[in-house]
């Protein structure tokens, strides 16, 4: 498309927006002059809060999350059960977790899994910092709630040897057929899977 | 959700983005964490680039188009045609005419159509503008590209009104059916309007 833009600015705030992933450019457009519509100082705050995260985020020093002081707000939080640790890939991942409700206790993020192919070995990782964790002492329990793929479980496999010698408990979440699913549709692997994982009922 | 945001910032920077239209709280988490991974000055561009238009846009003197400058860069192109205007509603039917690239006319952008049960009388468009360009003279033929609504209808009616006495050519944009579209599937109404305008074949 070679359009011509009746205005520089509102070409280059287009630009700028339709460099997002998931962003065409008619998308960018209609978010602009959305924007453009508001008050001045929505447009600011806009503008100013992903420049203030960009200029002022820290990741904390226990979990590696994200975080705006030295401890984040989860690990600073004296109410979360600083004794089980759920391990997962990235700070989306946490906030799936905190989505459920389900988990009141502390995060320890990798920052990715151990994948040769793309150049990611456990050094890249935050595991030696997990391992740290673990002989301080306190811990109880390591979730490990890692993508269900072969670098996963690779990961998985290389925190089980690391922490071997420890007496924490290691679990790993449950995997089975989502709640709602039918038999007939669910892959014979996870199907499979739920079946040698079956559990007791209550 | 009740979710526990690791930071405050982060948190910040998601509910702005999650207030853009279409942009729920997951895909604003993914944009956010997306600018994140670039380098500040990427960020920074992309704040800015909202905040200065915002703080610098103006609205063409002639056609009421977006603009940097008193006269809009459409407007001020010597190359293009000025005896030709296409009325169109908004800003993003400017972009989209000139995505077609059949068009080196210039423009004139109402702000919107007649459509009482919004409010919106006469006197809230740029219709007296219109006028006013074609009584200046030099321009030969408006073309009428509004939606095919009876809002539109309505209004592509009163500018005819209003032009009536001025000898300038009035064409309205060809209704039918879309090129690639199947007979079959047309609604009756578009069907019988490409139909009663059928034109020689060339």
Do not use: W
Not at 97 to 110: A, P
Not at 124 to 133: G, K, M, P, T
Not at 148 to 173: A, P, Q
Request: overall charge negative; hydrophobic content about 40%.
């Amino acid at each position: 498309m070679n359009q011509e833009y009746p205005s520089m600015l509102l070409e280059k705030a287009v630009n700028e927006f339709s460099r997002l992933p998931g962003i065409g450019r008619k998308t960018a457009m209609r978010l602009v002059l959305h924007l453009l519509r508001q008050e001045i100082g929505v447009v600011e705050a806009f503008g100013h809060a992903m420049i203030t995260l960009k200029h002022e985020v820290k990741y904390c020093k226990v979990c590696h999350n994200i975080s705006d002081t030295e401890v984040c707000r989860i690990c600073a939080n004296p109410q979360r059960d600083g004794s089980t640790i759920c391990v997962v890939e990235n700070i989306r991942d946490v906030m799936a977790v905190e989505g459920t409700q389900q988990f009141r206790g502390l995060y320890h993020v990798l920052g990715g899994v151990i994948s040769p192919m793309d150049g990611v070995g456990p050094g890249d990782l935050q595991i030696e910092s997990l391992v740290d964790r673990v002989n301080r002492g306190g811990i109880n329990e390591i979730i490990l709630a890692l993508s269900s793929t072969m670098e996963g479980d690779t990961t998985n496999f290389y925190i089980y040897r690391k922490l071997g010698e420890t007496n924490v408990k290691l679990t790993v979440i449950a995997r089975g057929i989502s709640i709602g699913d039918e038999l007939e549709y669910t892959d014979e692997v996870t199907l499979g899977r739920s079946i040698v994982n079956r559990i007791p009922f209550k």
